[in-house]
């Protein structure tokens, strides 16, 4: 007899519906599973058997073939499970064809009958265009936010057996989940967990001095722009990266799904606040490899940190001490806001739209800079210089030094303008990009700049002589104009960019010289 069963198999962050279609007939008994399953996939052989030995269901001494169609779509990890299972049940007789009819399942079997979660029940759910699907208790959440299918969970096999038979109720969701949820639609409408409030982000009132490193953040916020820092240790650097997140607008909902989506498939639990709103935050460390950092392997592709800090903030502290092909594998994903992973058997394209924001120390010693008591040689200088290409550094749109604050600066009981004083204007220069078409103003073509970014003769005069010199490129000219529409939008002026806005984007972006330290401040 021949079962079909619906579920979906998980590639890079998307889903891909599979047909589980079981056989079982008359012959030597033997179990095989065809459709180009991983190793993962193949042991669901005796994961299916003990789960139905234990549930007290049969399992049946004769041939079994297992086909996952597709043939031709590689199959990962242990979520076929379930289905797996169902589609045996089915052909044995032991379930009516009826009972699971237009229904799909999610989920891997433990040897005692147990469902257990899988990573990217999201994406699987979303995949499968069922009008009811079973999932794992620990993946309601995540399977109701896609909006559409009925949800349905049990925890075990004997359960779900029990349901479809309707010898029991299904369980409710609620004694399943730990807090009541509605849906998020692929349009972005529905909300998410209900009073669920944004975690506690650090405030940027608790950053003493550093006006410049304040308005810098600001800028980037409200623009997009991409940030490096760079300071002696303890001048603040880390304290203001952290904050950025705080002065950011809430994402609307079909980015809140999108980002979702990502650390599902990653099999990561939903950042803290996400549902509510609130950007996420990465921080990977500088020992991190370029699969970390852009996503890939070999079975499994999985997001890496760049896509993890999909509609958020990537914040690389110690720039210069990530390895040399983990930072120049960056140049792309700035520019196309996706990473496009490529294997023998497969390729996926994966989000990557977020603001960068780097740190790190004028020069080996950290001393370095303006005021600095510099320890290095010139060689250790000249080397260290050398481990930020001009090509990466080219695609910050902001270079800001930052020095440590003075003693009267720490002791002052005045603290500066709060998070939300300054998310107000972030929030209104926004708006102001939005309602030109666009998100934010870096990501304006640049094929539409002489139309969005109009310029003053004054302003355009000092970008021709800056470009006469060769102290800006090409790229660097579209980044200087970003910049600038974003200082006009935060000043609510709306009409051509003035020469005021033009200088102080040159001087946010005063290139590597304001990054490093001078050598020639080498003993």
């Known amino acids: 007899m021949i079962a079909s069963v619906s579920s979906a198999t998980l590639l890079g962050v998307e889903g891909r519906r599979v047909l589980v279609e079981v056989h079982v007939s008359n012959g030597l008994p033997g179990f095989t599973i065809v459709g180009l399953p991983d190793a993962a996939c193949r042991e669901a052989r005796d994961r299916v058997r003990a789960a139905l030995l234990s549930s007290g269901l049969p399992w049946p001494l004769r041939r079994v073939t297992v086909n996952l169609a597709p043939s031709g779509l590689r199959k990962a990890g242990s979520g076929l499970d379930l289905p797996i299972a169902v589609g045996l049940l089915l052909a044995v007789g032991e379930l009516d064809a009826r009972t699971v009819a237009d229904c799909g399942f999610i989920g891997e079997l433990g040897l005692d009958g147990t469902i257990r979660s899988v990573p990217g029940v999201l994406p699987l759910v979303a995949a499968i265009r069922s009008s009811a699907i079973v ?38 969701l609620a004694s ?30 608790d950053v003493r001095g ?18 490096v820092l760079s300071g002696p240790p303890g001048s603040g650097k880390t304290m203001l990266a952290e904050r950025i997140v705080g002065v950011l607008p809430p994402l609307p909902r079909f980015e809140v799904l999108e980002t979702c989506r990502v650390h599902s498939a990653a099999g990561l ?26 996503g890939g392997g ?15 903030v990537l914040f690389l502290d110690e720039l210069p001490e990530f390895p040399v092909p983990v930072r120049e594998s960056l140049r792309q994903p700035l520019e196309e806001r996706v990473v496009r992973i490529a294997r023998a058997r497969a390729s996926v394209c994966l989000p990557a739209a977020f603001l960068l924001v780097a740190a790190m120390n004028p020069c080996p010693c950290g001393e370095g800079g303006r005021g600095g008591a510099c320890s290095c040689s010139a060689a250790q200088l000249e ?48 708006a102001l990009s939005r309602s030109r078409g666009f998100a934010t103003n870096a990501r304006v073509p640049s094929h539409r700049l002489d139309e969005i970014v109009k310029l003053e003769s004054k302003a355009r005069a000092m970008l021709e002589r800056r470009l006469a010199s060769s102290e800006l490129s090409a790229r660097g000219l579209d980044r200087i104009r970003r ?18 806005a033009v200088a102080t984007a040159l001087e946010l972006r005063p290139g590597r010289r304001a990054l490093l330290a001078d050598p020639g401040c080498a003993a």
Do not use: M
């Not at 399943?176 to 669920?196: F, V």
């Not at 639990?269 to 709103?277: D, H, N, Q, R, Y």
């Not at 910049?483 to 005021?500: F, K, N």
């Open 135 to 172: 999932v794992p208790p620990a993946g309601v959440i995540e399977a109701t936010l896609v909006g559409g299918p009925a949800v349905r969970s049990v925890r075990t096999l004997s359960e779900l057996v029990g349901a479809l038979r309707g010898q029991v109720p299904w369980p409710a």
């Open 176 to 205: 399943l989940t730990p807090a009541r949820h509605e849906a998020i639609g692929e349009d972005g409408s529905g909300g998410g967990l209900r009073g669920e409030a944004p975690s506690r982000v650090p405030d940027l009132s």
């Open 210 to 227: 550093q006006a410049i490193g304040r308005a810098a953040v600001e800028v980037a916020a409200a623009g997009g722009h991409h940030l």
């Open 269 to 294: 639990p939903l950042p803290e606040g996400v549902l509510a709103g609130q950007p996420p935050f990465r921080a990977p460390h500088h020992s991190a490899s370029a699969v970390a950092l852009l």
């Open 298 to 312: 070999s079975s499994w592709l999985r997001p890496g940190e760049i896509s993890l800090a999909t509609n958020g």
């Open 383 to 430: 080397r260290y210089a050398r481990r930020l290409s001009g090509p990466l550094l080219d695609r910050f749109d902001l270079h800001v030094a930052v020095s440590r604050p003075r003693a009267h600066e720490l002791f002052s009981t005045s603290k500066g303008e709060e998070s939300e004083v300054v998310a107000s204007r972030v929030a209104a220069a926004r």
């Open 483 to 500: 910049v600038a529409r974003t200082l006009a939008d935060l000043q609510g002026e709306e009409g051509p960019v003035r020469a005021e």
